[in-house]
């Protein structure tokens, strides 16, 4: 039974417009989340992440919202740009040390369109 | 160093055959993850490490893998006698000292190949 969901296998937004990627978890447990971004051929690159006692972390470009009640994340980017054309993950882990394995969701391939 | 290194980028083997993969940490990272992405997109949890001490090894497959991390050396993965299942990209992460929220920093990946 999958933990992470990501629904959206694919996400074409075009550019300078806002891209939103969305993920849903299953395990209350759960009380960290990331995104990643995956180029091919590559490792997973850090995005943002957010703690369980917040709803909202913003980077630059890039924001997330968790809402915990519904057990729902998401990653917002704008402007949306080229290089944003990638594979984003979202991962979660539960409560416990620093050496928690991460849960992944299958990726959402965003694609922007000039 | 700064970033995550593993090697080698790229290992084929025969069925039967065993594969060695390895990988060095951030500098004064001390936790240390092992991932196996078989089909493009699923990641699965092998394995931790505490420093040397393994934290959590739920996802190893208990029979023909295994993994270290000693003093002043990489950490390693070994696989016995590969199947061709074992083919997929396996990804080593690692996080800072200290326990709770901690992001994970990932390695470019050993592709491994079983024919």
């Given at each position: 039974d999958q933990q992470v969901k990501q629904n959206s296998p694919s996400l074409s937004v075009q550019e300078g417009r806002i891209s939103i990627l969305n993920c849903d978890y299953t395990?209350?447990?759960?009380d960290y989340f990331l995104w990643y971004k995956k180029y091919p051929a590559e490792g997973p690159t850090f995005l943002i992440s957010i703690s369980s006692i917040k709803d909202k972390n913003e980077d630059g470009r890039f924001t997330v919202f968790l809402n915990k009640s519904a057990k729902h994340l998401s990653l917002h980017i704008?402007?949306?740009?080229?290089?944003?054309s990638a594979v984003y993950f979202c991962a979660a882990s539960a409560i416990g040390g620093g050496a928690d394995g991460l849960t992944f969701g299958k990726g959402t391939h965003l694609i922007i369109q000039p | 160093g700064e970033e995550v290194a593993q090697t080698p980028k790229h290992l084929v083997r025969g069925e039967g055959q065993k594969a060695k993969l390895y990988c060095a940490p951030i500098k004064g990272h001390s936790y240390v993850f092992w991932y196996q992405?078989?089909?493009?997109n699923e990641f699965k949890f092998l394995i931790s490490f505490q420093n040397e001490n393994?934290?959590?090894?739920?996802?190893?497959?208990?029979?023909?893998f295994s993994a270290k991390c000693l003093p002043n050396s990489p950490c390693s993965l070994e696989i016995q006698a590969t199947k061709l299942e074992d083919s997929a990209v396996y990804f080593c992460a690692s996080s800072p000292r200290g326990a709770g929220l901690e992001t994970q920093y990932f390695g470019p990946g050993t592709r491994l190949l079983v024919l």
């Open positions: 395990n209350s447990m759960f704008v402007p949306s740009q080229p290089g944003d | 992405q078989v089909l493009k393994v934290f959590d090894e739920t996802g190893m497959p208990k029979e023909r």
